[in-house]
């Protein structure tokens, strides 16, 4: 499969209901090498003591714009210096053969999979979300640019597809937009928000990705 793209979700329960298609995964010899640079930043980063998993969001429930909701079960942060090309990334996925209990042990096992993510560039915050009512998980990223994101997510997919349906991996990178932006925005709804939706043919109307609410 090296090098090559992997076919197109087909209609159904994991495909994003509207909008673009997601790019396709970096190929795989690329993907690994990223992933094994990461890792290897990743331990850096830890013997210096700059990965941190404050608990202050811990317990917030999201509401996205597909109506579903998440808990957030983890907060992860590195300490760095802010940029200016920050944005959001929300990458979603649902595991294969995992119910019930199983569900709970995969939040206590997923802090294993930490090196996967951190040591990326440009990595900056991740709320990571429990499956919400379809058994779809997410992760809400603060990114420091968006390139750079859509390289860690489709990188990304391999690893997801080990232990995905892969119809059901998909991201978006928000250029612009911080997750403390993307909160405000939801306690502070825009009344003329909807309109401006119908009116765009961009925007996807159901926003799986997009935080409505946050209690």
């Known amino acids: ?30 993907a690994a090498v990223a992933v094994a640079r ?6 850096v980063l830890l013997a210096r003591r700059e990965v941190h998993l404050p608990r202050g969001n811990v317990g917030l429930r999201l509401r996205f714009g597909d109506g579903s ?13 802010p940029r200016t090309q920050r944005c959001v990334l929300v990458v979603s996925f649902r595991l294969r053969g995992v119910r019930g209990m199983g569900h709970r042990a995969f939040e206590v096992e997923s802090l294993l999979n930490t090196p996967l993510f951190v040591g990326f560039p440009g990595f900056v915050s991740k709320l990571w979300l429990a499956a919400d009512e379809r058994g779809v998980y997410r992760g809400l990223y603060d990114w420091d640019d968006p390139d750079l994101a859509e390289a860690y997510a489709r990188a990304l997919w391999w690893v997801l597809a080990l232990v995905s349906h892969r119809a059901s991996i998909h991201h978006r990178v928000v250029p612009g937009s911080s997750r403390v932006e993307a909160f405000a925005a939801a306690e502070r709804p825009d009344p003329t928000a909807a309109q401006r939706l119908s009116d765009d043919e961009v925007m996807e109307e159901d926003g799986w990705w997009r935080v409505t609410e946050v209690s």
């Not at 499969?1 to 076919?7: A, E, N």
């Not at 990461?38 to 331990?43: I, L, N, V």
């Not at 909701?69 to 210096?81: D, F, I, L």
């Open 38 to 43: 990461c890792a290897g930043r990743t331990a």
């Open 69 to 81: 909701t998440g808990r957030v079960y983890r907060e992860t942060v590195v300490a760095h210096p």
């Open 1 to 30: 499969m090296d090098g090559q793209l992997v076919p197109a979700a087909s209609p159904g329960r994991d495909a994003p209901p509207s909008g673009p298609a997601d790019p396709a995964p970096l190929p795989l010899r690329v």
